[in-house]
T-cell receptor
Framework: AQTVTQSQPEMSVQEAETVTLSCTYDTSESDYYLFWYKQPPSRQMILVIRQEAYKQQNATENRFSVNFQKAAKSFSLKISDSQLGDAAMYFCAYRSANYGQNFVFGPGTRLSVLP | NAGVTQTPKFQVLKTGQSMTLQCAQDMNHEYMSWYRQDPGMGLRLIHYSVGAGITDQGEVPNGYNVSRSTTEDFPLRLLSAAPSQTSVYFC??????????FGSGTRLTVV
């Protein structure tokens, strides 16, 4: 079974600085998708960014980018120019490309942004 | 607005009571699922469905029951509530795209 690990339960960053959230995963599959979801205090789950495993190029979405290392099974999220609105819980998630539609989520990292 | 609607948003139950969490989507998604979110454990899959009439168990199905009589609705039933079922529950659906559409969640407290 696949597992997703986020080793940083809590992190903080100064406003306008850059922060990197770590995620590692374990799978025997070669084709899959990886995601980062943001959960602000409103409890809403918001998709931040996704990465297809067959793509070598790292995904970017405005101030959010990932460092995808397939061989190391690592998928970190970098947030540049951090804003107060980035404060939230961040979940890393895995989904197989060929076997079902279920997600496997990591335990989450709570990010605080300091003014 | 198109999306996933969960009701209620908050609920307090007494141990042993039963209740149903409602989930409805209007996007004609075949896949629907229920997750529970607990501190330090992320979201864990309870049950899922790949279409009307088809359901299957996830990682933590004990104490929960589901059915899928229509494409739109996927209710989650707690048969006899226990304090260990205190959690935040999310319903999610998926169409042809990559990611899920989540409901707004239900915070359930069992006393």
């Amino acid at each position: 079974a696949q597992t997703v690990t986020q080793s940083q339960p809590e992190m903080s960053v100064q406003e306008a600085e850059t922060v990197t959230l770590s995620c590692t995963y374990d799978t025997s599959e070669s084709d899959y998708y990886l995601f980062w979801y943001k959960q602000p205090p409103s409890r809403q789950m918001i998709l931040v960014i996704r990465q297809e495993a067959y793509k070598q190029q790292n995904a970017t979405e405005n101030r959010f980018s990932v460092n995808f290392q397939k061989a190391a099974k690592s998928f970190s999220l970098k947030i540049s120019d951090s804003q107060l609105g980035d404060a939230a819980m961040y979940f890393c998630a895995y989904r197989s490309a060929n076997y079902g539609q279920n997600f496997v989520f990591g335990p989450g990292t709570r990010l605080s942004v300091l003014p | 607005n198109a999306g996933v609607t969960q009701t209620p948003k908050f609920q307090v139950l007494k141990t042993g009571q039963s209740m149903t969490l409602q989930c409805a989507q209007d996007m004609n998604h075949e896949y629907m699922s229920w997750y529970r979110q607990d501190p330090g454990m992320g979201l864990r899959l309870i049950h899922y469905s790949v279409g009307a009439g088809i359901t299957d168990q996830g990682e933590v199905p004990n104490g929960y029951n589901v059915s899928r009589s229509t494409t739109e609705d996927f209710p989650l039933r707690l048969l006899s509530a226990a304090p260990s079922q205190t959690s935040v529950y999310f319903c999610a659906s998926k169409g042809q795209g990559y990611g899920y559409t989540f409901g707004s969640g239900t915070r359930l407290t069992v006393v």
